[in-house]
Structures are given as structure tokens and as C-alpha cells.
């Protein structure tokens, strides 16, 4: 059974994203614990000293320096060589990862629609801060779409698209791929260093372990990672749908493997499936901060404005 009442599939820009949220948005930027070297000049602000218009500091001339950094100032003053140095601005390459596993199709507003539109709210960000940007979506088929890099407000389509048709493609059927074999393949495809938030439910029946390991080693070679689980109201409060007549003996089908299980739902039983819930939540948020990755919970029934302006502020992903 599917758990939750159905939400209705946004078909364009304006039902993903509303125009005063992405007013809110244009303020924001996608903040990293790194600084990154980019390969095109962009509106990052690094650490690393070159040749842009903004004054850093001075040091002493040393044999080979570009004798047009020399400060005359200085010279005449000091009779000293003195050489300017200035901030040089890089670029952020920022990978979105989406998971549209079947199970992530239940609830109300659905955690597939919600997270579709995070995606796109984060995307935005990206591209109206001239960041580089590629997405990529996976399923419990093992099926895996990416879009190459895009940058700048022009590619807001090819990003809308990428969204749309993600949302609109139904599902292959059942099937038990593991998240590690589709995360290995988007993370061994991604090139050079940035920021990778993956957005999933991650109610994987193989666990996150794996997965979690191959994000790691792409965060060793420079990605800093977020994980942001969505789950349902109802996932988080089962005694909700107790309300809406989920007791008693129900039949429960896996909606990805098809597996099916007979099941009497008594008070006993849903406070224990709240303790391995909590458990999980636990141990998801203490699996990714040993790996140095952030993590949020974001209920899919979440105001987009408040995650996006509150929540991801305050968790370092946004600024």
C-alpha cells in the first residue's frame, strides 16, 4: 500500500519554484569549508593570491616577479622592491545527486516532489552565483542520468528540464540496485574539486555504508559533501496514519523489491518501529559526521522558504 495521499506533479518552473523564493534566493550562495581552485574565472572568492583588480597585500620582490606588480611607491619612498599581491576570484563546481528511487514517491506532499524542488532551488543558487553545475538522479533499478556542467543564469532551462522530465519519467519497475553501485558511478565521473549534496531518503535495504564510503573518497579528492534526508510526515509520525486507518492486519508491499509482509499493527509495534527509526536518524547523522560530511533531516512537507533561508544557512551549506 502507499502510504500518504498523492501530491500533484509541478509541470513547470513556476509550480517547482515560486518567484518570491527565488527573489529570496538570488541573496544566498552555495558555501564551502574548502577553498577551490576553479578552472574558469567565477564569483568565488578564494585564498589563493593572483592577478585579479583586488588589492591583497605586499611582499618582498623576489628574482622572476612580474616587475609590473612592483609598487614605484614604495621603491621612491623606501628604496625598497616591494611586489603587490592581489585576491584572485574561482569558481565552485557544485554536483546535485537526487535520489528518485521508487520509495521515495509516498507521502504529502510526495519526498520525490519535494526533493525535486530542492534540488532546483539549489541548482538556482548555483547558477545565479556563476558556479559550475551538474546534476545527477538514480533509482533502485540502478538506472543513472546526469546532465554535464552548465553555468550562468542562461542555463536555468536545461536545469528545468533536467528536473521535469526527472519527474516525470515513471519507474522501470522493481529492482534491489545498491545506492554504493550508483553513487560509485556519479562520484568516479566528477572531475576536479566542489561541493556535492546528495538529497535522499536513504531507506536502503543494502544500508548507506557503502555508498557513504565512495562519497567519501570523492571528498578526499576535494568534494565537500552535504547529505540531506527527506522523509515523510508520516514516515516520521506513523500515528498519523493510524488517523487515516493504517491498523490492525495490513499488508505491506516493498514498493522497489515487490516483497510483500503480513503485518498486525498494534501501539507495541509502532513505538517500536519509532525506536529503530530513531535509531536509524541517529546513526545516519553519526556516520556522516565521522566522514566529515554534513547532514540535515528535511521533512517533505517542510516549507521550502524556511529550509532554504533558515535551516541549510545554519548547517554551512548556503550563505
Known amino acids: 500500500m502507499i502510504i500518504g495521499q498523492r501530491s500533484t506533479t509541478p509541470k513547470t518552473l513556476d509550480e517547482l519554484l515560486s518567484a518570491e523564493l527565488m527573489h529570496r534566493l538570488d541573496r544566498l550562495d552555495?558555501?564551502?569549508?574548502?577553498i577551490f581552485a576553479?578552472?574558469?574565472?567565477?564569483?568565488?572568492?578564494?585564498?589563493?593570491?593572483?592577478?585579479?583588480?583586488?588589492?591583497?597585500?605586499?611582499?618582498?620582490?623576489?628574482?622572476?616577479?612580474?616587475?609590473?606588480?612592483?609598487?614605484?611607491?614604495?621603491?621612491?619612498?623606501?628604496?625598497?622592491?616591494?611586489?603587490?599581491l592581489f585576491r584572485e576570484d574561482e569558481d565552485l563546481s557544485v554536483v546535485l545527486?537526487?535520489?528518485?528511487?521508487?520509495?521515495?514517491?509516498?507521502g504529502s506532499p510526495t519526498k520525490l516532489i519535494f526533493a525535486h524542488q530542492l534540488a532546483m532551488a539549489l541548482g538556482y543558487v548555483a547558477l545565479v552565483n556563476q558556479n559550475r553545475l551538474s546534476a545527477a538522479r538514480f533509482d533502485h533499478t540502478g538506472r543513472v542520468e546526469q546532465i554535464r556542467p552548465i553555468r550562468g543564469r542562461h542555463a536555468m532551462p536545461r536545469l528545468t528540464e533536467f528536473i521535469l522530465q526527472?519527474?516525470?519519467?515513471?519507474?522501470?519497475?522493481?529492482?534491489?540496485?545498491?545506492?554504493?553501485?550508483?553513487?560509485?558511478?556519479?562520484?568516479?565521473?566528477?572531475?576536479?574539486?566542489?561541493?556535492?549534496?546528495?538529497?535522499?531518503?536513504?531507506?536502503?535495504?543494502?544500508?548507506?555504508?557503502?555508498?557513504?564510503k565512495y562519497l567519501a573518497h570523492a571528498g578526499g579528492r576535494g568534494f565537500d559533501l552535504t547529505c540531506i534526508q527527506v522523509l515523510s510526515r508520516g514516515e516520521l509520525e506513523p500515528a498519523r496514519e493510524v488517523e487515516r486507518g493504517l491498523v490492525g492486519d495490513v499488508r505491506l508491499t516493498d514498493i522497489e523489491s515487490g516483497r510483500a509482509a503480513e503485518v498486525t499493527l498494534t501501539r507495541t509495534v509502532m513505538k517500536g518501529y519509532e525506536r529503530k527509526l530513531a535509531d536509524l536518524l541517529t546513526r545516519l547523522e553519526r556516520d556522516c559526521?565521522?566522514?566529515?560530511?554534513?547532514?540535515?533531516?528535511?521533512?517533505?512537507?517542510?516549507?521550502?522558504?524556511?529550509?532554504?533561508?533558515?535551516t541549510l544557512r545554519r548547517r554551512g551549506v548556503l550563505g
Not at 545527486?97 to 509516498?106: Q, Y
Not at 519507474?171 to 553501485?181: I, K, L, Q, R, Y
Open 38 to 84: 576553479g578552472k574558469l574565472p567565477g564569483e568565488r572568492r578564494s585564498k589563493k593570491r593572483g592577478q585579479s583588480v583586488e588589492f591583497d597585500d605586499f611582499r618582498p620582490y623576489t628574482t622572476g616577479d612580474d616587475l609590473r606588480h612592483i609598487d614605484w611607491n614604495i621603491y621612491a619612498r623606501l628604496d625598497r622592491l616591494i611586489v603587490k
Open 166 to 212: 526527472s519527474l516525470h519519467t515513471p519507474s522501470p519497475g522493481v529492482g534491489e540496485a545498491g545506492f554504493d553501485s550508483c553513487v560509485r558511478r556519479i562520484a568516479a565521473g566528477q572531475g576536479g574539486r566542489g561541493v556535492m549534496i546528495v538529497i535522499s531518503d536513504f531507506l536502503f535495504r543494502d544500508g548507506w555504508s557503502k555508498g557513504l
Open 30 to 34: 552555495v558555501i564551502s569549508r574548502r
Open 97 to 106: 545527486v537526487l535520489d528518485c528511487s521508487s520509495s521515495m514517491d509516498v
Open 289 to 310: 559526521k565521522a566522514r566529515a560530511m554534513r547532514y540535515a533531516l528535511a521533512p517533505s512537507d517542510t516549507d521550502l522558504n524556511r529550509l532554504m533561508l533558515d
